[in-house]
């Protein structure tokens, strides 16, 4: 199975210069191909193949431009596969794939070193092509063969090293599902998680807790001159704020998935499928559906379940797992996203909301038959209007899509 390990690591000044070298040769190259691919596309109507794109680099780019050969081969032609991988993943779904944009010096750098990386545990210490010895702080151990090194380098100035490591370790085959060992899950922007079995996991609200000081921090920005130092100062500020936001949210993430895959009492988790995209495109939700980063959680929470021999079922996003009594399955139509509980009107039960719904998804979860268990897949269904083909043919889709956007309850939760 391969593994990523993040390292910071902390480059000498030598080693930065290098990096700083390699980034924007990796990224000029990169930036020079997708240009050139979309400019062979509207003068010929052709795409331009991976191998002549190679082959140009290798042979017209390098001799125009002697410094490309002061960098990692390796990393160049690199470069160059993560924009053909790009353009896949586009064409493979555009609709939930944006079109491979230019890369800026700006943002996250980053270069990747495919092979002769090493690690050294004692001296503490990664050693790439070209850059012996990086000081490393290893904080974790790993067993196996070094694949590939990733060094990055945030927009605060950060260095890091992701190492993909080919370990022995197995993947858990996972067990038939158990109504005992079945655990229904509902998200929400209130509390992240409430599970089925009474527990319930709290969203930090990262953002929120940071917007004023963000806030402060971006107007000063603006008030700087273009281009000085001290722009550039409040510019790493306001990085490094964001990077203490996300790190937070990961953290608070990475803890309530390893707790809910590490539950020996746990071995199958059910959940609604997300339209994570859609959420984010209601204004009135946005923010705070990024903030609580559902996307994040999803993708955490699929390979954990993978690894550690969980199942993961994810019901039907339209299923009526909050308005359902739970008792007597009656369906409350009138549930608003704004009452947090409600009383049954046929059997007189009153229902904290999302309980009842991870209550109720857990029951659709054990129900659904192996075959429809996560075969949709949230990723791939990145539209507010998804909805079945019937609906968009007979020209109520406008009206249907308005009336989507107006009422948060929708594109929040159909459920
Ligand atoms: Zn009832």
Redo the contacts with the bound molecule.
Sequence with gaps: MLRAYKYRIYPTDEQKVLFAKTFGCCRFVYNWALNLRIETYRSDKRTVPYKEIQDCMVNELKAEHDWLKEVNSQSLLYSLRNLDTAYTNFFRNTRAVGFPKFKSRKSRQSFLCPQHCRVDFERGTITIPKAKDIPAVLHRKFRGAVKTVTVSMTPAGRYFASVLVDTSIQELQAAEPQEKTTVGIDLGVKSLVVCSDGRTFENTKNLQRSLHRLAMLQKRLSRKQKGSANRDKARVKIARLQEHISNCRKDNLHKITHTLTHDSQVRTICMEDLNVKGMQRNHHLARSVVDASFGMFLTMLEYKCRWYGVNLIKIDRFAPSSKT?G??G?IYKGLKLSERSWT?P??G?HHDRDFNAACNIKEFGLKALPTERGKVKPVDCPLLDDRPRVLKSNGRMKQEKRGLLQSEAHAYRRG
């Design positions: 009594c008792k007597c009656h049954c046929e059997c039960t």
